[in-house]
């Protein structure tokens, strides 16, 4: 193992990557974070630490991120091999993160005097390396419009009781702790056995009385007297190409939305599955049909009682009726066929929905990245919408779901959480890895979120994460359940991701309160 360090680190990093959806062998990713943690310890100059981290995180978001490859398969404008050099130069930076965190604790491990002396491997440098990874996580979701897909702490949705810690800490630092677990069982190798002892006794007991506790809370979720109607059609980006695509699109949407019942309904529909543009006052020549029409069919389907949610396109004009932008957009729709409020996505993809420093970029031909003819103009961020008869929606389109701490207006908590996406796009890993980051920002705010999309996997998910109906990927139909209620606030839902700097600057003094005491 230490022969050849940088190779193992590399090899160590893309097996860790295992432990997320849709294999979840998280056991193997704490024994991977493990041997990294020796990998680290042995590093002879920061240097070292450093590129071994770096190429642990480059084998860890490679095959991770490899779902990205498959957008490529449908961008006309660019050859799919692109898409494995996309997936490539993405990790390229992203291992910086995970670099950073384990060159941290290299220095923390590391005597001040003399310079080739080691202090032994102990609780401290586990502590120091669990602070840093969570700071570096938090980066990794602000920095550069952010990115944080598959932080460590989705490795614990599969176990209940450690997944609604969550609630508590939040995600980055779930994968603190994710991070000093695979220390302690690197210190237990280094027969130093009571840090995983005490790691162990109380995982079992967070599993054995607190997933116990919410299971038999389920009365909560289910007595609104209201229902949800969530819409799969399963649509894939292959239909596009249709010369009949929107009416194709529509129609099925509608004839899968189910009628009217005793109960009031939402209907929920994936993003961008309405192809027309249905706000009035758009320059005439935009329409392909009259948007008074096209909301007026779907609000055929509604009762009198019941609120659509629906994806679609808005266009943003300016002076002489010069288009500037579009808006990748949800609208309530009541059975009038009135909209309500719009929400436009704020976290844009960048080179996907918009191309940053256009004028320096577009005449290098890097407008071909961005699928349409113009950009996405990025909306306000996180705010309710209000659907009379269902309380105030809070609407997270696509991969907004996955900033944790950014997809709540907290001075407006809404009553649910409706995250319309579009992962046709996904390939076979990205959808299961999307819902269980999805299901870890149900537990942190402590709402109900209504998932939906075009292939799979759309969802209706509780206060706790926990899936109270999935349609699988591939299949079409529509998931027709009560609508869950909101639980109470959770501490993370009122501190935010300053809950995640807390634990991260408590756990920092715990591993300097423990190198002195170790002395």
């Not at 220390?183 to 007991?205: E, I, M, T």
């Not at 149900?442 to 292939?455: D, F, H, K, V, Y």
Request: net charge positive.
């Amino acid at each position: 193992m230490f022969s050849r360090p940088l190779l193992v680190s590399l090899i160590l990093g893309i097996v860790s990557a295992t432990g997320f959806a849709p294999l979840e062998w998280w056991p193997l990713t704490l024994f991977c974070l493990a041997g990294l943690f020796a990998l680290i310890y042995a590093a002879q100059t920061l240097r070292s630490a450093l590129l071994r981290g770096w190429l642990f995180g480059l084998g860890h978001f490679t095959l991770g991120d490899n779902w990205i490859q498959h957008a490529f398969d449908f961008q006309d404008k660019m050859p799919p091999v692109l898409g494995y050099f996309a997936v490539a130069l993405l990790a390229v930076y992203l291992a910086i993160y995970p670099a950073l965190a384990m060159g941290a604790a290299w220095a923390f491990a590391r005597k001040v005097k003399p310079r080739s002396s080691w202090i032994e491997p102990d609780l401290g440098y586990v502590l120091a390396a669990a602070a840093a990874w969570m700071v570096s996580e938090w980066l990794r979701g602000v920095a550069f419009t952010g990115y944080p897909w598959n932080p460590l702490g989705v490795l614990w949705v599969p176990v209940p009781g450690v997944r609604n810690l969550a609630a508590l800490i939040g995600t980055y630092a779930l994968s603190g702790l994710t991070v000093a677990i695979a220390g302690c069982l690197y210190l237990a190798f280094q027969r130093q056995y009571r840090p995983l002892l005490a790691a162990g006794v109380a995982l079992l007991a967070l599993n054995l009385f607190w997933s116990d506790r919410c299971d038999h809370i389920r009365c909560i979720s289910t007595a609104s007297g209201t229902e949800v109607v969530i819409v799969q059609p399963n649509i894939g980006q292959d239909a596009v190409s249709r010369p009949d695509y929107a009416e194709y699109l529509l129609n099925r949407m509608i004839a899968l939305s189910g009628k009217p019942g005793a109960l009031p309904r939402l209907v929920v529909w994936p993003e961008g599955m309405v192809d027309y543009f249905v706000e009035d006052g758009y320059p005439v020549q935009w329409y392909r049909q009259d948007p008074r029409l096209v909301r007026a069919r779907i609000a055929a389907m509604l009762g009198p009682w019941d609120q659509a949610l629906i994806g679609g396109n808005a266009l943003e004009f300016g002076r002489d009726s010069q288009l500037q932008g579009a808006g990748n957009s949800v609208w309530a729709l009541d059975s009038a066929g009135m909209l309500g409020g719009r929400y436009d996505k704020a976290h844009l993809v960048p080179y996907g929905e918009y191309l940053p420093m256009r004028p320096l970029l577009a005449p290098l031909g890097l407008a071909r990245l961005v699928m349409g003819d113009v950009d996405f103009l990025p909306g306000p961020g996180p705010r309710a919408l209000s659907v009379p008869g269902f309380g105030n929606a809070g609407i997270q389109i696509c991969y907004e779901i996955i900033f944790s701490g950014q997809v709540v207006d907290r001075t407006h908590r809404p009553d649910f959480l409706f995250n319309p996406s579009n992962d046709a796009w996904f390939g076979a890993w990205g959808p299961p890895q999307h819902l269980a980051q999805a299901r870890l920002r149900a537990i942190e705010e402590g709402l109900p979120i209504l998932r939906s999309t075009p292939t799979g996997i759309s969802a209706l998910i509780d206060g706790h994460g926990r899936l109270l109906g999935t349609i699988p990927a591939g299949e079409a139909g529509a998931i027709r359940l009560p609508m869950p209620r909101p639980l109470p606030p959770t501490l993370f839902s009122k501190l935010g991701n300053w809950m995640v700097l807390l634990v991260a600057a408590l756990t920092g003094l715990f591993a300097i309160a423990n190198r002195r005491w170790a002395r």
